[in-house]
């Protein structure tokens, strides 16, 4: 049985719950981490999990997932799966962006989607050529998106719209602090463009051809992606003892103190264990009616008023 501290055994019977029938009589009652496995360089926990039912999940992550062990009656079976279901997930993900980079280059992703679109029925040279084309025009389209966005830094006259190199490097200045993944963006925004033009207007382009450009199109988009995200999101949180970015927000059950109900909430550090100072989120009263109404339409009888309501985790007196 491999180690597991308590804030990871946690994690897993909250995500448990989650999936498979929050509210119900059917609690997780033992949770056992069964190994790790590393695959193509991405690490995968692998978790065996009992029900006060008797039925039993294997728990997976990255990206984390259950399977019954009604369906999958070895480890081995359920993680050959999950390997696959990554790998289907991931070439969605070439045309199914995430939120976040739909949120920040939507219509460049767009213009990708054609390109591998166009990729697929693709036989003839001048077909790869036109992979080129849309992969140029989607990189054009991120230039028209960002050139007027309030992060976006110019010294000195305004490149034209059409020159999307200049317009990258503006862009990998105006991102970056540090000066290593300013030179890979700018590096990697005049390479790209580069290959576009090229396969655009090679009359004997060839599927490999098309297949690099398309790999250099998507890491720029996500490249980009990940600097945005990265520009606007505050700094990550360190542990104050052992310096570990493991730092995740929890809270408890829901409890009574001086008379009010709220949640104690705290930062915990997944690495060593070191937790913050508690603090008292005090609930509204139109929450609690929600959680109220949620309990009663589960299991419970109607409750009409909040006086009927009983807190299971409060049988403690209160915190002074």
Known sequence: MAEMNELEEHQIREYVTSQTAPGSADQVTLVQKVGRRRVARRKYDLYDVWMSSGKRWWVITNMTNLYSQDDFKSLE????????????????FKVQPAEEQNEHVGKSWRRYAGAIEAM???EEAEDFQAVGIR?????LALVRDNIDAPWVRVHGE?????????WLGIFANSLTANSKP??????????????????????????VDAEIVL??????????????????????E?????????????SSGLIEQEGHFGT?????????????????????????????????GTWSPPRKSMEDFEVTASDESPQE
């Not at 490149?159 to 200049?166: D, G, S, T």
């Not at 463009?193 to 396969?199: A, E, G, H």
């Open 77 to 92: 079976q359920a993680f050959t799966y999950h390997l696959g279901l990554n790998a289907v997930l991931h070439e969605q």
């Open 120 to 122: 697929v029925t693709a």
């Open 135 to 139: 992969c140029r025009e989607s990189l």
């Open 158 to 166: 305004k490149p034209q719209v059409a020159n999307a190199k200049a």
């Open 182 to 207: 300013r030179a890979y963006l700018k590096s990697l925004g005049e390479k790209t463009w580069d290959l576009t033009v090229w396969l655009q207007h090679y009359v004997d382009a060839s599927e």
């Open 215 to 236: 790999g250099a199109t998507q890491e720029l988009l996500r490249t980009f992606t990940l600097l945005r995200v990265g520009h606007e999101e505050q700094v990550e």
């Open 238 to 250: 360190r542990c104050p003892k052992c310096d570990s970015y493991q730092v995740v927000k929890e």
């Open 264 to 296: 104690l909430l705290y930062d915990e550090c997944a690495s060593c264990g070191w937790r913050s100072e508690e603090k008292f989120d005090q609930w509204s009263r139109e929450r609690l009616q929600r959680l109220i109404d949620y309990k009663t």
